[in-house]
């Protein structure tokens, strides 16, 4: 009983965001001027405090470290994989964010916790901070007001000024040098994540809202919906069977870290998705794929809590 009301105390917080978001358009308690207000909020201040602290907790083992270099190389393929079906097939502008992320933040690391516990939740972390190398340059291009026909230069420019790529940056530089340790020493260590802990704590709620807000299934969209969907759960059980056979070489890998692997190739696109698109089309159809994907998700992680249990 105690393992369910944990279970409960993750995932109706996640729903109810949703459904608050759904809500809201319902009753037309917001405007979508007002909504992509939210979102750009948290692009523009409260996500880089996000990855900032992410990497500067970030903690590497020989083990994860592998699983990174796998979940790295998997996630580059599906992402050049994704800007190629949206120049051929899917043209909505914030595609490759459902192929260049998997929503290990707001919703994979909550739920490993609750199955391994707080200690063990830096395995999903490192997937997550794997992923970001090549996610946060691809959120810089799609956020960037580069105009109809940018040059490489431009592009190039936008993402290296990203607070996103800055901040990301800055987090791993303090925690592989130790500097972190030595700020925390003399007492600021404690203030600098004290401030951006704080920046960072609409994410979760403000992204869910717009998720709801944005959740469509109109008939005009609705093939491509299930397409995404199946191509998104059938490429990551993929990479799943991929990574899972890799591990099988290497030595002392812990079950752990295999469960990690699973639950992080289950879990839905990057719920960013919804805010990085540039219509209501294309934030609608990445608003409802991520929501459909969140059940297959929750399903595996049922059978995962079965199972160690």
Same mark, same amino acid.
């Given at each position: 009983m105690e393992k369910v009301l944990t279970v409960l105390e993750i995932l109706l917080p996640i729903f109810a965001a949703i459904g608050l978001g759904i809500l809201a358009r319902w009753k037309k308690l917001f405007s979508e001027e007002g909504n992509q207000g939210l979102q750009q909020f948290v692009m523009k201040f409260c996500l880089p405090c996000v990855l900032f602290n992410s990497c500067l907790a970030g903690t590497f083992r020989m083990d994860s470290i592998t699983a990174m270099l796998l979940v790295f190389s998997l996630i580059l393929l599906s992402t050049l994989l994704s800007f190629r079906l949206r120049k051929k097939r899917y043209p909505y502008h914030n595609l490759p964010q459902l192929f260049c992320a998997q929503e290990s933040g707001m919703l994979g690391i909550p739920l490993f916790m609750t199955l391994f516990g707080a200690a063990s939740a830096f395995r999903v972390g490192v997937l997550d901070i794997a992923q970001n190398i090549i996610c946060i340059p691809v959120i810089a291009i799609l956020t960037a007001d580069t105009g109809k026909n940018p040059a490489p230069r431009t592009i190039v420019k936008k993402v290296l000024l990203s607070p996103l790529l800055l901040m990301s940056l800055l987090g791993l530089v303090l925690n592989l040098t130790g500097a972190i340790q030595v700020l925390n020493d003399m007492g600021i260590g404690k203030v600098i994540t004290g401030t951006t802990g704080f920046l960072a704590q609409p994410v979760s709620a403000v992204i869910l809202f717009c998720v709801g807000y944005n959740f469509s299934l109109g008939k005009e969209?609705?093939?491509?919906?299930?397409? =995404? *969907?199946? =191509?998104?759960? *059938? =490429?990551?059980? =993929?990479? *799943?069977?991929?990574?899972?056979?890799v591990l099988c070489f290497v030595p002392n890998v812990s079950a752990e870290t295999r469960w990690s692997i699973l639950l992080y190739c289950s879990l839905p696109g990057s719920y960013l998705a919804a805010g990085l698109g540039k219509t209501k089309e294309d934030s609608a159809v990445a608003a409802s794929v991520c929501s459909i994907l969140t059940v297959p998700c929750l399903i595996v992680f049922c059978i995962i809590a079965a199972i160690v249990a």
């Open positions: 969209n609705r093939k491509d919906i299930f397409q =995404l *969907c199946v =191509l998104h759960f *059938c =490429l990551f059980a =993929l990479f *799943c069977g991929i990574i899972q056979g």
